[in-house]
């Protein structure tokens, strides 16, 4: 089977490119643009303007080659490996011949993962019982345990007790990258058909209205929507079963919530971003197995976020560095990226830093909502897992290990679906009811539970340390049992308020020995974009950047994105991406 493969984009060149036609149009923002302004045509992908309406398309041949599968997972992260690998683990063990194809937009398996993370490793053990003698990449257990709040000048420590979310024992320190890719060696030699290098680009539907597998992004396309002379076709993966796991907010996702009405009854999902670098750092100052959290500073208290600072054992003084920013902020003029810069220079953080080597910056965004914002898992043809419906355990800032479970319930539940003797569909496409049911009476549904309202209990007048009183009363003492689940506020972009209700925030001046700006920051992240290729990022209106989000919130893209501008889709109500 020959595929085209899938070129890469690169946030970046989307950050440069939006950048110009702001400053291109800034003059006739200072008269505050109308609705009825003509405004230029940025958006060129098909879903927004139709192929079969484009002259330049007359006579391209459109036609895609198919191949059938019995299940196609989209992404392979932990949660899309653990289903892929648990899948071929049953069909080998009841002698069943099931065909497991998975594709992944990342060049190789791994690569989109920044490493950099603490592993519980219960999902994994679960998976892999014998995880040790196959290798994998699992080097630094967690020694060490600290937190703290930070003043402008000071770290005040806070003892962590055991039983709470914080409390790392038995935790690994890992490069998550590196163990994707081992996890993808292991669903290799399980059998899974594994295809790095292409993008599930489009939902199919049988007529039924049930999926029927995705079709992978075409290539060849000009920055203006036009073929090239090198255009190709994608291809079509059909099967009974269609995986989601694309990771947080992802666009196909998107697309299921709307057709399948799966946030019906749900909360909105809320959201972070995560901002992280590696370092080598002088070995004399390298603590291996030591976790650093903090909150405070340089975030005030109504702001969720926090920082982490993990020492790995990789055989190098490497540690991995991050700040988190919850996205319901209310300050349009807040960059989580120059906070991110700004915390480093605190007095009991840049010591460790001095004198070493930034090696690799990233980010991701984070699915916070929790226990309250899950939507319905199901629907004809296919079900969610990972990220992508969001099961992170926000106070313990970790979300592998379930998502990892919730793939392995998801192929259980799948294979005893396929292999049923007495299987009966309503609709082409298996809706696999079972794997909702089996995530609900599993740990993971359990874990959720307990933790639910710390994240929305830091909406109160205490902010950030009110969500820690509360942890503290009502995690630690009865576990989660109280009575009651607490609301978030709604849409993360509903809370912002307009530029001209709130204080300018004068950032410091990048020093490039600590502290850095984004472009020598988004030169370590590893993106690559051709120049004439199409953004990746679709808006419904092209209006909106500069009739809305620079007219009342004095363009927040520029800040809220960690490569500029190309972060439209985590605060969708100012952008409306598709």
């Avoid at 599968?69 to 069909?91: F, H, M, N, Y």
Wanted: aromatic content about 10%.
């Amino acid at each position: 089977m020959q595929v085209p493969l899938a070129r890469l984009a690169c946030p970046a060149y989307q950050c440069f490119h939006a950048l110009q036609i702001k400053k291109n149009y800034l003059p006739l923002c200072a008269t505050r643009w109308s609705s009825t302004s003509t405004v230029p045509r940025i958006t060129t992908h098909y879903t927004v303007h139709p192929r079969d309406k484009d002259k330049r398309w007359e006579g391209v041949n459109m036609e895609r080659f198919a191949d059938e599968a019995d299940v196609v997972i989209v992404g392979a992260g932990p949660a899309g490996l653990s289903a892929a690998a648990r899948l071929k683990q049953l069909a080998a063990q009841h002698e069943k011949d099931i065909r497991v194809c998975l594709v992944e937009k990342a060049a190789q398996i791994g690569t989109h993962t920044l490493s950099g993370a603490c592993l519980d490793p219960r999902a994994l053990q679960e998976l892999f019982p014998d995880w040790k003698e196959k290798g994998a990449p699992l080097n630094t257990p967690v020694t060490e345990d600290r937190f703290g709040i930070l003043t402008e000048k000071y770290r005040i420590p806070v003892p962590i007790l055991p039983g709470l979310p914080m409390n790392n024992h038995g935790n690994y320190i890992v490069r998550l990258g590196h163990l994707v890719s081992w996890m993808g060696e292991q669903a290799e030699a399980l059998g899974v058909e594994v295809y790095p290098g292409y993008a599930a680009a489009e939902i199919l539907f049988h007529e039924d209205g049930s999926v029927k597998g995705i079709a992978t992004n075409d290539v060849g396309i000009q920055k203006d929507g036009a073929p090239k002379t090198t255009f190709e076709r994608g291809l079509e993966l059909h099967a009974k079963v269609t995986v989601f796991a694309e990771g947080c907010h992802g666009h196909l996702a998107k697309q299921l919530y709307r057709k399948f009405d799966l946030r019906a009854n749900c909360e909105p999902q809320t959201y972070g971003i995560g901002l992280k670098e590696l370092w080598i750092i002088d070995e004399k100052k390298w603590k291996p197995g030591r976790v650093d959290h903090t909150v405070g500073w340089p975030l005030d208290r109504h702001t969720y976020g926090g920082s982490f600072l993990y020492h790995l054992n990789e055989g190098e003084p490497l540690v991995a560095l991050g700040f988190v920013v919850g996205l319901d902020y209310q300050n349009p003029y807040l960059s989580p990226f120059r906070e991110f810069q700004r915390w480093k220079h605190h007095p009991s953080i840049q010591p460790t830093l001095e004198g070493g080597k930034r090696v690799a910056y990233g980010a991701r965004a984070l699915n916070e909502g929790g226990f309250q914002s899950i939507p319905k898992l199901t629907f004809p043809g296919g079900l969610l897992i990972g990220c992508s419906p969001g099961f992170m355990n926000v106070p313990k800032i970790k979300g592998t290990h379930t998502a990892m479970k919730s793939g392995i319930l998801a192929a259980e539940s799948i294979f005893n679906q396929l292999t049923s003797e007495n299987l009966q569909s309503k609709t082409i496409g298996l809706d696999v009811t079972e794997y909702e049911d089996n995530l609900k009476k599993s740990w993971v549904w359990k874990e959720l539970y307990a933790i639910r309202n710390v994240r929305p209990s830091c909406h109160g007048v205490l902010g950030v340390y009110g969500g820690m009183i509360y942890t503290g009363i009502f995690y630690w003492i009865f576990r989660g049992m109280e009575p009651w689940t607490l609301k978030h506020k709604g849409s993360d972009s509903d809370q912002l308020r307009p530029a001209k209700d709130c204080t300018p925030i004068e950032y410091p001046k990048p020093d490039g020995q600590i502290s850095f700006d984004l472009l020598s920051s988004v030169a370590l992240s590893g993106t690559n974009h051709e120049h004439d290729q199409p953004a990746h990022l679709t808006l419904k209106d092209d209006s909106v950047p500069v009739n809305r989000n620079l007219t009342i919130y004095d363009g927040p893209e520029q800040r809220f994105c960690p490569a500029d501008t190309a972060f439209f889709t985590k605060r969708r109500s100012l952008a409306t991406p598709c």
